[in-house]
């Protein structure tokens, strides 16, 4: 479905995008809004390069889409990435981090300490660390922008309040979960410092809205193509609601997830 009413295009950022739900993300905004252009970032510069291909080549999707080599861990390569943008666009609209890694799932009691102490290291490196490492390095083309916007992707796990609702099947999965709680946490942290110079009127430059999506079980290779995962396209539904949003409609919540065709609230 194709946007039907004029909009300012925007320039949006999303990371681990060649593959999975970044790239459906790209993929439905593209077709709602061909207006936008969109910077797919990925660790592998070919790979991208191919996923951006394979988005050109779909029927009905005009949307440009800028590619560029990221590694989230590697602040050389963030740097890079700032540069290009603020020098090609002057300007980001809407921020995704996106880029995920699985690991420690299923971790035995009798796991070895340095096997325990990796998977904790490397999730919480990519889904708290250098989430605000890029950022904060983009805040100031964020700033730039006339309503900018963060979209931090996290996890069912990440709602404790899910997490301990007795019948709710979930996977167990310590250093992931722990990382999405982190980051949920992050995400608010963030949102709070923004509301608050806001407030002190401490800058003239519009205020950053933070988002959480929860985009649900998903049948991709993050997850072994879980049976019952549902498309990725779905899973991007929140992300692209709250990325094409103009009205501010979900100012009043934070962790948004899509279920049964309509916005819904997730719980902390």
């Known amino acids: 479905m ?3 009413a004029a909009a300012a295009p925007k320039i949006v950022l999303v990371t681990g995008a060649n593959q999975g739900l970044g790239h ?3 993929e439905v905004g593209g077709l709602r809004y061909p207006e936008n252009v969109y910077i797919l970032c990925s ?5 991208g390069e191919a996923a951006a291909q394979k988005l ?5 999707f005009h949307a440009t889409v800028d590619v560029v080599q990221l590694d989230v861990t590697n602040d050389q390569q963030i740097a890079t990435v700032v540069q290009h943008v603020d020098k090609t666009y002057g300007r980001l609209d809407v921020l995704v981090n996106n880029a995920g ?3 420690g799932l299923g971790m035995a009691e009798d796991a070895p300490a340095s096997a325990v102490r990796s998977a904790f290291t490397e999730c919480l490196d990519v889904h708290i660390t250098s989430v605000a490492v890029l950022t904060l390095a983009l805040m100031p083309v964020l700033r730039k922008a006339a309503a900018p916007k963060v979209i931090n992707v996290t996890s069912g796990l990440g709602s404790i309040t899910n997490v301990l609702t007795p019948g709710r099947r979930m996977a167990r999965a310590m250093a992931y979960g722990a990382s999405k709680v982190g980051m949920n946490g992050l995400t608010a942290h963030m949102q709070v410092g923004e509301n608050d110079s806001a407030a002190a009127g401490d800058s003239t430059s519009p205020r950053v809205r933070f988002y959480i999506s929860n985009p649900g079980p998903l049948k991709t290779a993050f997850n072994g193509f879980h049976p019952l995962g549902k498309p990725p396209q779905l899973g991007a539904e929140s992300i692209v609601h709250m990325m094409g949003d103009e009205e501010s409609k979900y100012d009043d919540h934070m962790q948004w997830e899509f279920e049964g065709e309509e916005m819904r609230r997730v719980p902390w």
């Open 43 to 47: 660790r592998d510069l070919e790979k």
């Open 24 to 26: 459906a993300v790209i």
């Open 56 to 60: 050109r080549e779909l029927e009905g």
């Open 101 to 103: 890694i699985l690991r």
């Open 2 to 4: 194709a946007s039907t």
